[in-house]
Structure formats: structure tokens, C-alpha cells
């Protein structure tokens, strides 16, 4: 059963639509990754699943559930997560108070404090450093715990390793068989093409605000998604209707 | 000798400044809700305990039991039904909001029990006073203020420290979508926030009116002023800061009333504009993160 299935969204600010009639399901226990250039919306897709923005068209529906009216909040409560792009942690709170902050959705499960600590035992280390005291790779290693901590049946993960030194990402990326375990759904924006190919069940290719390709990291090839990264004539897709009239 | 009297006394002044203050701060520090009728708030307080004196006829330290409970559950709802949508319309609206308050609150007191000043009489502590030797002598209310004033500020700060919906101001303060996302319906938070500041504005506003002798419609108008000088000069968003504030306030006020009685306001201000002029962020203010 597919636990998120997004229905011709359309989403933006003001008069700029960032994502425009866009559909794409997400099974359970799935790693779907979203790749795409800056400006492509993948950002903007992740909130208004999240709630932060509001969808103009469309529906999001959450384990069988329409949520599309739901306020941010009440989406958290019912197990949306969302990492945010920047990681935007409590910069006035200790570490380990934004990880309580995170338990906000008193939703029960295998995260608390000390499977988060357990996961990431750098965060142990640094509990009660003052989170804008930490170093970029510190404090996303911080938002991810965070995130778990409401035990959440979907996370969202907004550019995990952006800004950050490899050996971190890396760090980060090998506790991905550990969230994954408990059955948790990952919607991964990656700008790294060759991680994300290693670690998604399925990969959508978005290009200024629709979702160009889907598909799995075995029946797609690196130059169809290339291709669809940077909006060429996409050439190399076999049922690719003919480009009319393009250069 | 005189001036060690005159420090003293404004030390104690200081007291019940930051008593006034620390709601400001927390509607601000939490909120960005400017406050400007919370002076007028606390004459609603002052008037409250009035007229709860008037129909039951208790002490005026009794009626604190009741009317800075109520006065809490208003904030709570002021919070939830008026400036949660006012803050849904941008930054101006709240402002405005909280203008209209501060014209209704004084006129609708003004109709109900005319300008006279009404009484919140202190009983015998009005008079009663600590004499440390010929000159200097501490009011025993004064003094009870300043203790008053900070047993509630270091009880704020624990309570922002180590409870749960402290935590969540706190981080409502930081980043109040991001809160949200955490499944945390920052609408409450804000709301209790708001009770709170409700709560000690009118404890203060209640022991100003006892200071003053009572309460009168356009009390809000000054006490307003002396909540805002106290939190800029202490720093925003810094609890004990408000009593620094508080205390720079009061000592420079009563030190400028030895030298004539006409220039305490004055005196006052220019303190308050010094310090924006030359620590903009106040004396325990952090520095601007955003």
C-alpha cells in the first residue's frame, strides 16, 4: 500500500508556482528520491507535503488519509517529518533540548533519546553544547535526530549534505539501513546523483516544477537522468515523444 | 548619605519596573507581538482588584489570589481569538490591535468610575519602613516589590529552562515554523505565553496602583513607557536583564529627584536614549541573530 500518493499538486509563493500538477506515490518501508537542479521545486514539493505551504490544486493523501487540508502541526502528529533544507535548528536551545522539542508529536515508537543517541552517538557527546555552537555536519547530524524523535512513519530529507564535508555525508548516509530498519518511508532531495542511485528503491527527476522521470535506479540510465537534470532535449528516452521543432 | 538613600530607593523603584516588564519581554521575545496596551493592561489589572475590593471587601493583597488568575485566562484568550489573527496579517496588524486597546481600555474606565484616582489601599506596610540609620531608610513594600520581583523572574527562568512548554517558547522565539513541523501547535504556546504575561503585568499593575495610592484611567500611558525603557535597556529577550533595566531605570530616575523634583521622567528617558544610542541590544542583550 502506497503510504503518501500525491494528486496533480500544484504549490508555490505568491504568484510563482514552484510545483506545478505534479502526481507521484510512495510505497511503505520506500526510499523515493527526488533529484533535480536548484529551482526545480524539489524544496517546495517537500513542504507543502509537510504542510509548511499549502497546496493550491491537488491532494496529498497520508496512510489512506486526505491530508491536503491539514494544518503543518497536525501533518507532524500524524507522522509526516520533514528535515529541513539549512537544518534550521533552535539556535538558543542545548542539543538535546531540540531533540525534546522534536518528541513534540508524543507519538509512540522506537525513537527516544537514547536510540537517537545510540544512532548517532556524536549527539551524545554534544548534548548540552548549545546548537548553534556546532559545526554543519553536527547539526544536521542534530535535525535528523530530531526528526526521529517523533517517530515518524514518513521523513523528508532536504538536502542532507549539502555544505558538508564527504567524510560526514558518508557518516550520515551509513545510518541509513538503521532508520530504515523499522520500516520508516524516506523522501530523500539529494543533489549528489551517485549516493542517491546507491541508496533509493526509486528515483523522480524534477525539472522546473514537474516530474519529468520515474523510475528505478536499475531501469534508468545515468544519461536519461542527466538529461532530465538539465532539461535537454530528452534524446535518450526510448518513448520520448519527438521534439517537435526544438534545436 | 542622601544619595546612598536616593540609590536605594531607586533600586527598589527598580523592583517593580521589571515586575512590568517581563511580560513585554516574553510578548516580544516569543510572540514579536509589540505590546503597546500593556500599560493599559495594567491598569485593567489595578482596576480589577478595585473592584473586586469594592464588591468583597478584601484586602488588597487577597485580591491578587484572584484577579492574576483571571487576568491569565484573558491573556490566554486575547492570545488565541485576537492577536493569533492579527499576526496572520503581517507584523502592522498586532501592532494596531493592541493601539486599540490601549485608546478602549483607559476611555471605558474613564466612563465607568470617572478620572478620580480609586483606592487599593496597602494597610499598615504603607507606612512601615526599615531604618538602616538616619538617612537611609527602606520602605517595607518597596522592598517587598524588589523580592516579589525577583522570586517571579528567577521562577520564569526555571520555568523556561526546564518545562516542556517552556522549551517550546524558547524555540517558538527561534523559529516558530519549524516548531510547528514538530508537530507542536505553536497557537498554545502562544497563548500560554501570553497568560503569562498578562499574569505579571498585572501583579505588577496591581502593586503599582498600591504604590501610587490606586489606580486611575491613564496610569497605562506612563507605566507603558517605563515597561519598554526597562526591557530596551536591559536587552531584549533577557529575563534578568529586565531587572538591570528595571534597576537603572528607577536609580536614575530617584537620583535625578534630588536634584529637582521636575526632572525624574526626564532623566529617565535620556538613560533609556543613552543606552539606545550606545547599546542598542541593551546591557544584557544578546547580540541581533537575525
Known sequence: ?247 | MIWLNSIAQGILLGGLFAMSAVGLSIAFGVMRIVNLAHGDLMTLGGYLAFITIKYSGMSTWYTLIIVVPVMAVIGYYVQRILFQRALRMGELAPLMVTFGISIIIPNAFTQLYTNNVQQLPVGSLATSSIQLNNMVSIGTFPLLTLCLSIILIAALQQYMARTKMGRYMRAAADDSEILRLMGVDHRKVYGVAMGISFATLTLAGVLFGMRQGGVSPYDGHLTVLFAFETVIIGGLGSLWGTVLGGIVLGVAQTVAGQFSPEIPLLVGHLVFLGVLAFRPNGLLGKEALR
Open chain 1, 1 to 247: 500500500m502506497a503510504i503518501l500518493e500525491v494528486k496533480n499538486i500544484s504549490a508555490g509563493y505568491g504568484d510563482l508556482t514552484a510545483v506545478s500538477d505534479l502526481s507521484f506515490k510512495v510505497e511503505e518501508g520506500e526510499l523515493f528520491a527526488l533529484v533535480g537542479a536548484n529551482g526545480a521545486g524539489k524544496s517546495t514539493l517537500l513542504k507543502t507535503i509537510a504542510g509548511s505551504i499549502r497546496a493550491v490544486n491537488g491532494s496529498i493523501t497520508f496512510k489512506g488519509q486526505d491530508v491536503t487540508k491539514d494544518p503543518d502541526f497536525k501533518r507532524s502528529q500524524d507522522g509526516i517529518a520533514l528535515v529541513p533544507e539549512g537544518r534550521r535548528l533552535f539556535h538558543s536551545l542545548s542539543v538535546e533540548e531540540n531533540l525534546l522539542v522534536g518528541a513534540g508529536t508524543n507519538r509512540k515508537g522506537p525513537w527516544n533519546l537514547k536510540s537517537v543517541y545510540g544512532l548517532l552517538p556524536i549527539l551524545e557527546k554534544l548534548k548540552d553544547r548549545n546548537s548553534a555552537r556546532l559545526s554543519g555536519g553536527e547539526q544536521q547530524a542534530v535535525a535528523i535526530g530530531r526528526a526521529l524523535m517523533s517517530n515518524p512513519d514518513l521523513i523528508l530529507l532536504d538536502e542532507v549534505s549539502l555544505g558538508l564535508a564527504p567524510i560526514i555525508v558518508e557518516q550520515i548516509y551509513i545510518s541509513f539501513p538503521d532508520i530504515r530498519k523499522q520500516g520508516l518511508s524516506i523522501i530523500l532531495v539529494e543533489q549528489d546523483l551517485k549516493r542517491t542511485l546507491g541508496v533509493a528503491d526509486r528515483i523522480g527527476c524534477m525539472l522546473e516544477g514537474h516530474l519529468l522521470l520515474e523510475g528505478t535506479p536499475a531501469n534508468l540510465t545515468h544519461q536519461q537522468i542527466t538529461d532530465a537534470y538539465f532539461g535537454h532535449s530528452v534524446q535518450s528516452f526510448d518513448n520520448a515523444p519527438s521534439a517537435g521543432g526544438a534545436q
